[in-house]
Antibody, heavy 121, light 114 residues
């Protein structure tokens, strides 16, 4: 059974870089069918797509975050990562990693449990 | 990133049906049959209800159904139950020759069961 699990610091200082990793178990991240993505949710707000990556390293980012976002993949460890630089309080929220079935974005499943990141000094 | 349009909130009585619209353009919802719907209870992980406009994953109740007409996709919840009170989101593939991303999200609809 495919499972995703986020890990990383729950507290990040303003202007620093948020770094999260998503460990994938139960299937190989190196398949030609799926993207691997990050989605976040500010407190009390809706879902926001951050970006996604193919196992070859091809990346796709939300233009509103593109200048600050880097998503990378480590196929040897079957995991992918998110870095978001120059964070502010507006970056506080729940961060989910997710498998995106098909390059047509057919469905987002499964999701990780989510990790709460707070930006505060 | 352009968002798909969903009503911020909707309500329905126990046992009734409710239909949540998700409006896009002919570059996303109207042009492709890759619309999916998700349910999220407070503090919980989103769960897929519908994909490819109207397909239901195994384990999802047949009270949830999806459809599309023109640039608007819809999620219908039949026989509303208390546990259906949640937030619902639509997501669609989006074609674009000017951008390097191809997905668009709805803003979410909070469903209240009366």
């Amino acid at each position: 059974q495919l499972q995703l699990q986020e890990s990383g610091p729950g507290l990040v200082k303003p202007s620093e870089t948020l770094s999260l990793t998503c460990a994938v178990s139960g299937a190989s991240i190196s398949n030609d069918n799926d993207y691997w993505g990050w989605i976040r949710q500010p407190p009390g707000k809706g879902l926001e797509w951050i970006g996604n990556i193919f196992y070859t390293g091809s990346t796709y980012y939300n233009p509103s975050l593109k200048s600050r976002v880097t998503i990378s993949v480590d196929t040897s460890k079957n995991q992918f990562s998110l870095r978001l630089s120059s964070v502010t309080a507006a970056d506080t929220g729940l961060y989910f990693c997710v498998r995106i079935v098909s390059t047509w974005y057919r469905l987002f499943d499964p999701w990780g449990q989510g990790t709460l990141v707070t930006v505060s000094s | 990133q352009s968002a798909l349009t969903q009503p911020a909130s909707m309500s329905g009585s126990l046992g009734q049906s409710i239909t949540i619209p998700c409006t896009g353009t002919n570059s996303d919802v109207g042009g492709y049959d890759h619309v999916s719907w998700y349910q999220q209870h407070p503090g919980k992980v989103p769960r897929v209800l519908i994909y490819d406009v109207s397909d239901r994953p195994l384990g999802v109740s047949n009270r949830f159904s999806g459809s599309k007409s023109g640039n608007t996709a819809s999620l219908t919840i039949s026989g509303l139950q208390a546990e259906d009170e949640a937030d619902y989101y639509c997501i669609s593939y989006m074609a674009s020759v000017t951008t390097t991303f191809h997905v668009v999200f709805g803003g979410g609809t909070k469903v209240t069961v009366l």
